[in-house]
């Protein structure tokens, strides 16, 4: 449940070995944090052709008598290089706003389908491959709208906010890292993971509230405000608010299972993105562009290897976990009083009426009742959503060396 919400563009570059670098030859890079996140800051990692051939031309220039035309010749380059240098800025904005865009907003449905799979244990269609997933998907658009497949997105920024805020704050007045230096010890390590644990058990009852406004049947619901994700958490966490069943899990039991998850989570998908990552810049050595056409390459490999690290990172952590988020969800939304909907064909609403005793009586009843594959139920959403990824990754690759090679 940890957001994965990047905090700097330079994560992972200490897996490349990077040394600060003059000005006169491109960006400063000082290593980085052992941090797992998409790139999407603006910051350029392109490092211009030497200036050796502009610098002779600037010099014949300046031995004519015509002091004006000299002048013209030695701005002519210096204004070719700021607008290459612009272009790459904007390069690496638009190419992580694009994933970042991709990742929160455009998988959304598949996130909201996903979930409401995980908590039915009615369903006797466990959705594993894409081709069933998408056509429920459309038949719960021609019911309840295409507003119906983004339910639930305003709360799952707001935790995503308060997950991040809470990590600062907590780092920030105690010796828990936020981040992990290059010259980690155990110790560090140690003290990073309890960060990003606390982290987690500071969003859990926010977390369960998103949840249930994500699962909850458009049919049957009113139309949430924004802030009422935070308005339920906290009734959930001082024990008021809206009535629940006696079946209602308190906190103490979900916090547990809540904790595993998000560590696992961020464990798994820093490991795989710094192997990633190790990989990528070992088969692509960083080197100086020679032409034209090299500078397109060299900007392309300077972005794309963090946005595929991350992207493979995610989708084997979110493999990986995703028995274990089926069991949180299950214990998180019992006792709600949460009607979804029919996953199985999508034309009706079902109420959920579990009892958990905790999360091994959970794991314990899906295995004896639904089988191993019961854990599964809604992966093909998962598939259909880092598919979706993927296509839009590689379609911003092609539309920005386009326009890198015609600016070139």
Known sequence: ???????????????????????????????????????????????????????????????????????????????????????????????????????????????????????????????????????????????????????????????????????????????????????????????????????????????????????????IKDNPGILDCVKEGICRLVGMGVPHSKRLLPLKVLFFPTVLHGVLHYIISAIIQKFILFLLRKKTPHQQPADASNSVQTVLDAYFPELIASFVANLCADVLVYPLETVLHRLHIQGTRTIIDNTDHGFEVLPINTQYEGMRDCINVIKKEEGIFGFYKGFGAVLVQYTLHAAVLQITRIIYSTLLQNAT
């Open 1 to 219: 449940m940890y957001s994965r919400r990047p905090q700097s563009f330079n994560e992972g570059l200490d897996a490349r070995g990077c040394e600060d670098v003059p000005a006169g030859g491109g960006y400063a890079m000082p290593a980085r944090s052992w941090e797992c996140a998409d790139p999407w800051v603006a910051e350029s990692r392109y490092r211009p052709p030497a200036p050796g051939p502009w610098g002779e031309r600037q010099a014949q220039a300046a031995a004519t008598p015509a002091g004006s035309a000299g002048a013209g010749a030695a701005a002519a380059p210096e204004s070719a290089a700021g607008s290459t240098d612009q272009l790459n800025r904007f390069a690496g904005f638009g190419v992580g706003l694009a994933s970042l865009f991709t990742e929160n907003v455009l998988a959304h449905p598949c996130i909201v389908f996903r979930r409401q799979c995980q908590v039915n244990y009615h369903a006797k269609n466990y959705h594993l491959t894409p081709f069933t997933v998408v056509n429920t998907m459309y038949h719960f658009s021609k019911t309840q709208g295409l507003k119906g497949l983004w339910k639930g997105m305003g709360s799952t920024f707001i935790v995503q906010g308060i997950a991040l805020g809470t990590e600062g704050i907590i780092s920030e007045f105690t010796p828990l890292p936020r981040e992990v230096s290059h010259k980690w010890s155990p110790k560090q390590i140690a003290g990073h993971l309890v960060l990003k644990g606390l982290t987690c058990a500071a969003a859990l009852p926010f977390y369960s509230a998103s949840l249930i406004e994500t699962v909850q049947s458009e049919i």
